[in-house]
């Protein structure tokens, strides 16, 4: 993650960032702009004219990212109650 980025938001930016992050969570409706992002085809060897010789990178806003952690947090926390002993998550 992006920690540089954080660092530049500042006590406001971060405060913003925060209340996006809780307004997402509670509402369940992510921003148009969270849900767009840019695909780079990158080649895997020189001359590539296949699509079996790109692979791709997904660049996704860093506020994106951020909510998606915060998500993730919280469901792994909540697994455990929802899993007997013997289960695994399959």
């Keep these: 993650m992006n920690f540089e980025l954080l660092k530049a ?3 406001q930016g971060k405060r913003e960032l925060y209340e996006i992050c809780n307004q997402i969570y509670i509402q369940g409706e992510w921003p148009q702009d969270f849900l767009e992002a840019v695909i780079i ?9 296949e699509c079996v010789d790109f692979r791709t ?3 996704i806003p860093h506020a994106s990212k951020i909510v998606l ?4 947090r919280r469901l792994e926390s909540k ?12």
């Design 79 to 90: 697994v455990d109650l929802f899993l007997g002993r013997d289960e695994y998550g399959f």
């Design 41 to 49: 085809p990158i080649e895997k060897k020189s001359g590539a004219q």
């Design 57 to 59: 990178i997904c660049l």
């Design 69 to 72: 952690r915060v998500l993730t």
């Design 9 to 11: 938001l500042g006590t």
